[in-house]
């Protein structure tokens, strides 16, 4: 029974973090990226179904190939490098053209003019999205306590790490405590690429260690396919990796879809006005569900580290989506422009999880 609990309280804090708090989104359990989409060939080792037996979720002789991943990384990078070099050369032809005749540089630049207009408006939304400008976005590490009633279960944090090329990545680790751990080991962690503007998803991997149960899933948006690719694989045992089962699907999207960690952290660059509710659209393995954002209300919360004053919200899903398992859900957010989750409780059946921030770096 101990153990069932403790499960259910790792499973709710990866729950609480489910929150799509915006666009339609995609509640998978696998991923990979939506600018490395295109890079795909049929002569890619990854090709067959979308991260199909060749890729993520295929045995080779018994084991999965991680060969996909590294492949097109580097596509990407050649891919990115040979488009700019070509555009480069193209514009550095048409200044060189007008430079040499005078009275062609007005009508250069008439011309520029009118295709960066038509140029922004074909382009998909997903594109033209701002990027965030949040101060967590320089960087950001945040610690939990997870409890069960006095109990404390687990650990989680909660971390952004910023990088060069337009992109952010998102880290979020869970563990039991080291008591529990020597009886049930639990080691989740959850990876996220999205791009800075608008926070778009490229990357969702999620590696689950709970027990015997191994699994490792991940999603990639092909945003101008429309589609999402989901692999899901479990594993006999967590050293050799031996599968027992894996699984490849799609799911369709509009473009503006989020993984559940860019939707969490996409919230955190919203006004948050008090009594207001959002609806979505949401999509559950191949399913949409309407979802409801409720903002409550504002309130003073006391934690370990102070006094806070906070926005209490409430994600609600209609249907028999992700949240029908577990009661209600409600995440307080600080009422300042770093909107940090201080407390994120869940209902369940033998109580409630809470998981309460303990430290901010």
Request: glycine share 6%.
């Amino acid at each position: 029974m101990f153990y069932r609990a403790l499960k259910s309280v790792l499973l709710g804090f990866l729950l609480l973090l489910a929150v799509p708090f915006a666009g339609h989104v995609v509640f998978a359990q696998s991923g990979l990226s939506g600018g490395e989409a295109g890079l795909i060939t049929s002569s890619d080792p990854c090709s067959k179904g979308r991260l199909g037996e060749s890729g993520f979720a295929a045995a080779t002789q018994g084991q999965i190939s991680f060969d996909c991943w590294t492949l097109l990384k580097d596509s990407s990078k050649k891919y990115s490098s040979s488009s700019s070099a070509q555009s480069s050369s193209a514009a550095q032809s048409r200044v060189a053209e007008a430079l040499a005749n005078p009275q062609s540089s007005a009508t250069l630049v008439a011309q520029s003019s009118s295709s960066i207009a038509s140029s922004s408006a074909s382009l998909p939304k997903w594109q033209t999205l701002p990027e965030m400008k949040a101060p967590w976005m320089k960087g950001e590490k945040l610690s939990y306590t997870l409890s069960w009633g006095f109990i404390t279960a687990g650990y989680a944090t909660l971390e952004v790490k910023p990088r060069k090329d337009g992109k952010t990545e998102f880290l979020t680790f869970a563990t039991a405590n080291k008591t529990v751990n020597k009886f049930y080991p639990v080691h989740d962690t959850v990876y996220t690429l999205v791009r800075n503007k608008g926070l778009m998803t490229d990357v969702f991997r999620k590696t689950l260690h709970e027990g015997t149960f191994h699994n490792k899933s991940m999603i990639r948006f092909d945003r101008n396919a429309k589609k999402a690719f989901l692999s899901d694989t479990v594993f006999k045992d967590a050293v050799n990796h031996y599968v027992k089962r894996s699984a490849d699907t799609s799911v369709t999207i509009e473009g503006l879809e989020h993984s559940i960690m860019s939707a969490f952290y996409l919230v955190r660059t919203l006004p948050l006005k008090e009594g207001s509710t959002s609806r979505f659209a949401a999509v559950s393995g191949e399913k949409r569900y309407e979802l409801k954002v409720v903002i409550h209300k504002r309130e003073k919360i006391k934690t370990d580290l102070g006094e806070f004053n906070t926005v209490k919200v409430e994600p609600v899903l209609d249907g028999d989506g992700i949240f029908k398992s577990s009661g209600r859900i409600f995440i307080w957010f600080t009422d300042d422009d770093r909107r940090l989750p201080v407390l994120m409780q869940c209902e369940i059946k033998l109580g409630s999880i809470k998981a309460e921030l303990t430290k901010v770096e």
